[in-house]
């Protein structure tokens, strides 16, 4: 029997689920699956504990057995996305000892390998389109029509429902006909799970007026859309079902499609990588880097100052998506030495080349250069984003996506030419990401995605 661990940021263990025992087999294959959310953005730990379970246990369910009574035969651990950039999304890991476990262990020399797939459910990818009418909805208002929206509810433990997706408002309407809605299957379960569809008539002191309930799963949707029939809405009068008041308002479900929506992990199945990019402000603004007050202040007792948290926090990510793990790396408002400043230097000193090898390569070359290169300024963009959209436009069609890391302490000072910057490489695979860091005020940073036509545009993240 396999049993398989998240790890918390504190280091304690969750059980995510166990495996069915196996009976004599030094080669199991195991059938049962346990169901991870998977989070690109974060890194997910994953402990694997296999145990032998005892003759007499044999007809217990495995969820019910006590590990401390079954023998321990080894353990094993990785990144949930280790094994999704792994071909075929197969991961084989040796067993070993551990030095946490509970229950009695074998001395062996050898405790054999523990192989890993990985696959991603349909329900995450399947998305629904409905488009849903109403008709003789009751009229609440006094001097005008009820402004009636829908709400939908999913279950959840506990008997509790809580809110997936809503309407607009419309406004005087008994017989509305509101926008379509979309919603994942994975944001609901299933085709089959239950949910609660409420309609309100809309108030603005926030104290909707329910006009109307029904429970649904999406496959009576679909079975209401095909018959074009509507379904009657009820008032709950009490704890009992059947008490519920039927009421003449009707709803319809006028449109209902299922689509598939290509997801990052497919991207990635299908031979595209992510290449990881950063540039680090050398600007006089960040201080004497000798100094604790600096924000580019080395602490000799290795505590991280904030462009190496950046780093590191973005880095550890993304280096499992490179295959060869060799990362551009920039330094911008700086002045190397005997030279003019830069706007876009290579953070390794070399004249020819700014790849360095993986997240620690960066976090030398951004040592090696806090001790070579005299800070300076302004702050310029502009020459930085130039360089990354260039790589891009070299490699657009050999299937690589470029994330570039932009760590800076100050107020873009060439606001205008960043702006044109990244319209000119708006259609290439390049998305930019700027971390800020110190206390500057970054407000002028926070520009309108009208600035950027058709690009979409994410926060300014502070650190």
Not at 42 to 57: A, E, G, H, N, T
């Amino acid at each position: 029997m396999a049993v398989v661990y998240t790890k918390k940021p504190d280091g304690s263990l969750e059980e995510l689920g166990r495996t069915e025992v196996i009976l004599n087999s030094l080669d199991p294959l195991w059938i049962t699956k346990q169901r991870v959310i998977y989070y690109f953005e974060i890194l997910q730990p994953l402990l694997f504990r296999v145990y032998d379970v005892d003759s007499k246990f044999h007809n217990a369910p495995a969820k019910m057995l006590r590990l401390d009574e079954q023998q321990f035969l080894g353990e094993a651990e990785c990144f949930l996305s280790e094994i999704v950039t792994k071909r075929g999304r197969i991961l084989t890991l040796p067993l070993r000892q551990g030095t946490e476990h509970k229950g009695p262990s074998p001395r062996l020399p050898k405790f054999g390998e523990i192989t890993l797939q990985v696959e991603e459910t349909i329900d995450s990818k399947t998305m629904v389109e409905m488009v849903f009418h109403c008709v003789d909805l009751p009229n609440k208002d006094l001097f005008s029509k009820s402004d009636p929206f829908l709400k939908i509810f999913r279950p959840v433990e506990n008997g509790r429902f809580v809110p997936v997706c809503k309407t607009e408002v419309k406004m005087n309407d008994l017989n509305p006909l509101w926008k379509p809605l979309t919603l994942s299957i994975q944001q609901i379960g299933s085709k089959d799970n239950p949910l609660m569809i409420d309609c309100y008539n809309f108030n603005n002191s926030g104290n909707h007026e329910l006009l109307g309930r029904m429970q649904k799963s999406l496959g009576d949707l679909e079975k209401l859309y095909i018959s074009r029939t509507g379904e009657n809405f009820y008032l709950p009068t009490g704890s009992s079902n059947h008490h519920n008041k039927i009421l003449k308002g009707q709803l319809f479900v006028e449109k209902f499609s299922t689509s598939t929506k290509h997801s990052f992990l497919d991207y990635i199945a299908n031979g595209y990588e992510l290449n990881f990019m950063v540039a680090i402000d050398f600007t006089a603004s960040n201080g004497n880097p000798r100094l604790p007050d600096s924000l580019h202040y080395l602490d000799p007792s290795g505590r991280l100052n904030a462009y190496q948290r950046a780093i590191w926090s973005v880095g550890e990510v993304l280096e499992f998506y490179d295959t060869d793990k060799r990362f551009p790396a920039w330094g911008f408002g700086g002045r190397p030495i005997d030279g003019p400043v830069s706007h876009c230097f290579n953070l390794n000193g070399s004249g020819s080349y700014a790849e360095v090898e993986g997240i620690s390569g960066i976090m030398s070359a951004y040592a090696s250069a806090l001790r070579n290169v005299s800070l300076a300024g302004p702050t310029l963009f502009g020459q930085v984003i130039n360089h990354a959209a260039q790589i891009a436009d070299i490699n657009a069609a050999r299937r690589k996506y470029y994330i570039l890391l932009i760590i800076t302490d100050g107020v873009i000072t060439d606001l205008q030419e960043t702006k044109d910057a990244i319209i000119r490489a708006s259609d290439l695979p390049l998305s930019i990401l700027i971390v800020g860091v110190g206390g500057a005020d970054f407000k002028e940073m926070e520009v309108n995605s009208h600035d950027f036509h058709s690009i979409t545009i994410r926060k300014f993240i502070l650190l």
